[in-house]
């Protein structure tokens, strides 16, 4: 630690504003993680397996329970769509729109900002260097011959570290983006899928699910 310590004081002011991404980029990054693949994150395809057995028995009320065993996207916005069998497919389909116009936003915020935030760092590591290189020719062209080393060296360790701790803040950002990112990407596909597929899945069963459901409610 006292080396980094030591390192970041040589690194002269620039290293503030690449600390300062840095704990945005950690902080993006962490949120993420922990929606995506802890709250937002759950077996599409045992959920699917469920509702499909209850649509093709015809049991609505046994499909809307299915959903409520997940709390994931997915299953809310499925859930949005099976409350509307009633009124019909139409119904349906405007229902899981309107869910996934709510649930894909929350998917898909914020990651974006991983890509810019390793940019930034790199540039603001890159300028570090530029400021650190101008001030030490600077400083050297009318400093006293004997001084001119270390002041040559010093602004050299000012540029050397500013470029340093920019990629060490700006890789990290990078692949976190790309992971999660990807991670995105798939739980979208699932919700497009899964929606797809229970939309045909009603469509097919209507007539089997308003029956039953109709002699439940009159029972």
């Known amino acids: 630690m006292s080396f980094i310590a030591e390192s970041f004081e040589k690194g002269g002011f620039m290293m503030w504003p690449i600390l300062i991404t840095s704990i945005f980029v950690w902080g993006v990054a962490i949120e993420r ?3 995506l693949f802890f709250r937002a994150s759950a077996p599409a395809e045992a959920l699917l397996h469920l509702l499909e057995r209850s649509i093709m028995s015809g049991d609505l009320a046994r499909a809307i329970k299915d959903s409520l065993t997940q709390n994931s996207p997915l299953a809310r916005i499925i859930r949005s769509g099976l409350t509307k069998v009633e009124r019909g497919t139409d119904e349906v389909q405007a229902a899981i729109d309107e869910a996934a116009l709510r649930e894909l936003p929350k998917i898909e915020k914020r990651t974006a900002y991983l890509a ?5 760092a790199m540039l603001l590591g890159l300028l570090g260097t530029i400021t650190g290189m101008i001030i030490s020719f600077g400083a050297v062209a009318n400093a006293d011959p004997s001084e001119k080393a ?3 060296a010093r602004g050299i360790s000012e540029a050397m ?3 340093a701790f920019g990629l ?3 890789i990290p950002a990078l692949l976190l983006y790309a992971i999660l990112q990807g991670k995105t990407q798939a739980l979208v596909d699932d919700i497009n899928e899964g929606s797809i597929r229970v939309v045909n899945l009603v469509l097919a069963h209507k007539d089997q699910l308003l029956s ?5 409610t009159k029972g």
């Open 168 to 170: 060490i803040t700006a």
């Open 33 to 35: 993680i922990i929606y």
């Open 161 to 163: 570290n500013c470029t």
């Open 212 to 216: 039953k459901e109709s002699a439940r």
């Open 116 to 120: 810019m935030f390793g940019n930034v």
């Open 150 to 152: 270390s002041l040559l």
